[in-house]
């Protein structure tokens, strides 16, 4: 079965940068759609950016012009360039890889933004 293992999170002042990557197993990305989510304590997953079979990237309104969704084939990584960070951008980040029906969820990653 597919795994996804997600490093990059840390502890960055407002402002700062992270970049995020997710590796999977094996090479998945002309089968699956990749991307992005976070979630806090107490709330519901939400999307923040997609990568499309095709390599076409969509984003949550909340990070447009801020994160960046790009992949590299050879090294099976999805990556997540975080610049401009701020506070309400602090949450667990997870990777997924979507085929129909079937999801795949990496373990998360914190990110932390102080003010």
């Known amino acids: 079965q597919v795994q996804l293992q997600e490093s990059g999170g840390g502890l960055v002042q407002a402002g700062g940068a992270l970049r995020l990557s997710c590796v999977a197993s094996e090479n998945i990305f002309r089968d699956y759609v990749m991307g992005w989510y976070r979630q806090a304590p107490g709330k519901q997953r939400e999307l923040v950016a997609t990568?499309?079979?095709?390599?076409?990237?969509n984003y949550a309104d909340s990070v447009k012009g801020r994160f960046t969704i790009s992949s590299d084939n050879a090294k099976n990584t999805v990556y997540l360039q975080m610049n401009s960070l701020k506070p309400e951008d602090t949450n667990v980040y997870y990777c997924?890889?979507?085929?129909?029906?079937?999801?795949?969820w990496g373990q998360g990653t914190q990110v932390t933004v102080s003010s």
């Open positions: 997924n890889a979507q085929r129909r029906l079937t999801a795949v």
């Open positions: 990568i499309t079979v095709g390599g076409r990237p």
